[in-house]
């Protein structure tokens, strides 16, 4: 296995413990959803019917980008393709990067079309690799695997600091966005990782031409946890020669495990600037159930995405379990809507939040 290819596979078991999730919240517990004692609709009258780049959707859930490029990467991408395409619901791959560097593993990838021939599939590569510019063919490749309906860039500075083989320069990635909105054959989304994209960086991605963001805040995966777990599962390195010195480095890189924007803050700086420019905001982060979901919608999101509780039911109960965790979420945002007296995804506003009161 390459070197990526072993981090890809030490990242998934690695955030399926609950270590791996920030301490801070999203924000969604500092509100609460309206009841409506006198609702006027029932359970069959509820459409969760939604639009992303122009296209509906029955359910506004977005399997985010997670895995490819090792054995294991490639049956959960099956399985996720699996339920995908039955539930058409879109999903992202995890990043192709190990793909475009070494193509035995183009497999794990493909795989996802073969499973899901109608899903709406996202490519996806980080930021740090857009510097100078992506090669066409290396564009063509990510594409043409999968057959994607969209590239997703992902951009992840906090978790490349902390990584030991991480990357270290970020010059030149809002560039290589703009060259990739000219050049791709498909839309492209934006996202971070679990950190946040605020209104500021928000503005400069809309200003290159990019028309949705995922803003992925601080709530859920932190994946400046799950770096520093797998520097500490590792035998001591000679970077820092003395115990003491190694303890002060553990504590430098555990004062990030917190960093980064919250999921509910990147949402309220985001509330401006979409009535000024037009652009699809997909709300990620600590979304882990249908409550979040819909307070995510009535704070601005068009579409929410989820990513590291679907890898943990698959890897514990299996694609019968995912489709019993799909079934649980869909239910609960049908009563939720029901008991705000929405009928439909799209009518969801801050009329229907409030801040909490006891
Ligand atoms: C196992 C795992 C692997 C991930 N790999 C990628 C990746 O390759 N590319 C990417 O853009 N995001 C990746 N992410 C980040 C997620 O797409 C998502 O932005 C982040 O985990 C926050 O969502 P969550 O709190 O629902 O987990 C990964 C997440 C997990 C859990």
Redesign the pocket.
């Given at each position: 296995m390459s070197s990526i290819s072993t981090r890809k596979k030490d990242?998934?078991d690695l955030?399926l413990t609950e270590s791996s999730q920030y301490k801070r919240p999203t924000g969604f517990q500092l509100y609460q959803l309206k009841h409506n004692a006198l609702p006027e609709c029932g359970l069959e009258d509820i459409s969760f019917r939604s639009h992303l780049l122009g296209i509906e959707f029955e359910f506004p859930l977005f399997i985010?980008?997670?895995?490819g490029g090792h054995g294991e990467a490639t049956n959960l991408n099956a399985e996720i393709a699996t339920f995908c395409e039955h539930f058409k619901i879109p999903f992202g791959v995890?990043?192709q990067r190990v793909m475009l560097e070494d193509s035995t593993h183009e497999k794990s990838f493909s795989i996802v079309r073969k499973k899901a021939p109608n899903a709406f599939i996202a490519a996806?590569i980080g930021g740090a690799q857009l510097i100078g510019g992506m090669p066409s063919n290396r564009l063509l490749s990510m594409i043409s695997s999968i057959q994607a309906n969209a590239v997703?860039v992902?951009l992840n500075p906090l978790q490349e600091l902390i990584q030991p083989e991480g990357d270290t320069q970020f010059d030149g990635v809002l560039k290589g966005i703009e060259k990739l909105v000219n050049e791709s054959s498909v839309p492209l989304i934006v996202?971070?990782?679990?950190a946040g994209i605020d209104s500021a960086v928000a503005k400069r991605l809309l200003n290159v031409g990019v028309k949705v963001i995922d803003i992925?805040g601080v709530g859920?995966?932190s994946w400046s946890r799950v770096e520093a777990a797998r520097i500490t599962s590792r035998p001591d390195t000679d970077k820092v020669g003395s115990t003491l010195m190694r303890k002060y480095e553990l504590e430098m890189q555990e004062r990030f495990n917190e960093w980064g924007n919250s999921t509910v803050y990147c949402l309220k700086s985001l509330q401006e600037l979409a009535w000024e420019r037009e652009f699809e905001i997909i709300a990620?982060?600590?979304?882990r159930n249908a409550q979040d979901m819909i307070k995510a919608r009535c704070l601005g999101a068009h579409f929410v995405a989820?990513?590291?509780?679907v890898?943990r039911v698959l890897k514990e109960e299996g694609l019968t379990g995912l489709e019993k965790w799909f079934n649980l979420w869909r239910k609960e945002a049908t009563m939720i809507m029901t008991l705000l007296g929405v009928r439909e995804w799209r009518l969801l506003s801050e009329e229907h939040i409030t801040p909490h009161s006891s």
């Amino acid at each position: 296995m390459s070197s990526i290819s072993t981090r890809k596979k030490d990242h998934i078991d690695l955030t399926l413990t609950e270590s791996s999730q920030y301490k801070r919240p999203t924000g969604f517990q500092l509100y609460q959803l309206k009841h409506n004692a006198l609702p006027e609709c029932g359970l069959e009258d509820i459409s969760f019917r939604s639009h992303l780049l122009g296209i509906e959707f029955e359910f506004p859930l977005f399997i985010s980008s997670m895995t490819g490029g090792h054995g294991e990467a490639t049956n959960l991408n099956a399985e996720i393709a699996t339920f995908c395409e039955h539930f058409k619901i879109p999903f992202g791959v995890g990043s192709q990067r190990v793909m475009l560097e070494d193509s035995t593993h183009e497999k794990s990838f493909s795989i996802v079309r073969k499973k899901a021939p109608n899903a709406f599939i996202a490519a996806n590569i980080g930021g740090a690799q857009l510097i100078g510019g992506m090669p066409s063919n290396r564009l063509l490749s990510m594409i043409s695997s999968i057959q994607a309906n969209a590239v997703i860039v992902h951009l992840n500075p906090l978790q490349e600091l902390i990584q030991p083989e991480g990357d270290t320069q970020f010059d030149g990635v809002l560039k290589g966005i703009e060259k990739l909105v000219n050049e791709s054959s498909v839309p492209l989304i934006v996202k971070e990782t679990g950190a946040g994209i605020d209104s500021a960086v928000a503005k400069r991605l809309l200003n290159v031409g990019v028309k949705v963001i995922d803003i992925a805040g601080v709530g859920g995966t932190s994946w400046s946890r799950v770096e520093a777990a797998r520097i500490t599962s590792r035998p001591d390195t000679d970077k820092v020669g003395s115990t003491l010195m190694r303890k002060y480095e553990l504590e430098m890189q555990e004062r990030f495990n917190e960093w980064g924007n919250s999921t509910v803050y990147c949402l309220k700086s985001l509330q401006e600037l979409a009535w000024e420019r037009e652009f699809e905001i997909i709300a990620s982060g600590g979304i882990r159930n249908a409550q979040d979901m819909i307070k995510a919608r009535c704070l601005g999101a068009h579409f929410v995405a989820v990513a590291q509780p679907v890898v943990r039911v698959l890897k514990e109960e299996g694609l019968t379990g995912l489709e019993k965790w799909f079934n649980l979420w869909r239910k609960e945002a049908t009563m939720i809507m029901t008991l705000l007296g929405v009928r439909e995804w799209r009518l969801l506003s801050e009329e229907h939040i409030t801040p909490h009161s006891s």
